[in-house]
């Protein structure tokens, strides 16, 4: 156990990993235990950073500014000596090293993380230590993170969902523009690190998505051009597009049939506005009538013919 002055802890130092720093509800009930008891279950752990000689909490940000808010209580009877602050102390040459020791320190103990702290805790991984934190360029590494940050792998994949994004898209920029220089896919898939099978299925994706992108008729301009056209055996000229008979000249060359009932409609309309009918009939029926009446005599017997069958 050592001891040191709370006015020498930064405790605004960068190993504070979560992503709303204390929870002053959870700083008062430490302090009032403190009060009763004299001291916590376990010491605050503080590090002096070598290279630039200060000291930052690792583990104990809320018991450490318990004691700060305990000794401002005019009203809670309690001696707190904040020069003499019992610690847990250690030595890190670097402060990125101590955010890494920071990472995990609440995964069993102290106030619960939320999935806000463990993703701000990954995301300040990367920032600090990237290389110790990546397999390869452009691929992160899983299980060291894990082991790290101690979450679980739903956690791990929600927090990286972005920087692994990211790096996708850097490692296909630079799929793409080895290609543009000539590389055939062996040697980008060696200069990228990746599989053959990746670089391929960029390259297609990325032709793809370029035709995709083409204006219609600029594609037809393309096809046009890989099939010019034969002329025929006989060496007659081929006829311009204005002079060539199409099947579409039929179509818009034909007009709309008048409707056989049309003009029967309007007699029985007019007959029946003139002399009215003679008896009750149907619309459909009138319609039948005066039909019959048009046929020749001929037409006439045949039709009483298929009546009578």
Known sequence: MNTIALSKIDLKAPT????????????????????????FKELPWVALIKDTNEYVPIDGFHRLTALQWLAEQEDIECQVDLDNVSVRLSEFDTMPEAIVAAAG??????????????????????EVDRMRFLKDKYTLDKKEIMSVVKCSSATY????????????????FGITTLSDEGLTQAEIAKRIGCGQTTVSGILKRKSSV??????????????????????????????????????????????????????????????????????SETHSQARIRLFIED??????AYALKLLAM
């Open 157 to 172: 994949k929600r927090a990286t969902e972005e920087v692994r994004g990211e790096l996708t898209r850097s490692r296909d």
């Open 295 to 300: 046929l020749s005599e001929e037409d006439k």
């Open 16 to 39: 504070q990993l979560r992503s709303s720093g204390e929870d002053m509800s959870h700083v008062e009930d430490l302090a009032h235990s403190f009060a009763d008891t004299g001291s």
């Open 105 to 126: 320190v609440n995964a069993n103990h102290g106030l619960k993380r939320t999935s806000s702290d463990i993703h701000s805790t990954i995301r300040k991984l990367l």
């Open 210 to 279: 370029s035709l995709s992108a083409k204006p219609a008729n600029e594609q037809q301009e393309e096809v046009s051009k890989e099939t010019p056209a034969t002329p025929d055996d006989t060496g007659s000229s081929i006829e311009s597009p204005e002079e060539q008979p199409t099947v579409f000249a039929h179509i818009t060359e034909a007009k709309v049939a008048d409707c056989p009932w049309d003009d029967v409609e309007e007699d029985v309309e007019v007959q029946e506005e003139a002399t009215g009918p003679s008896f």
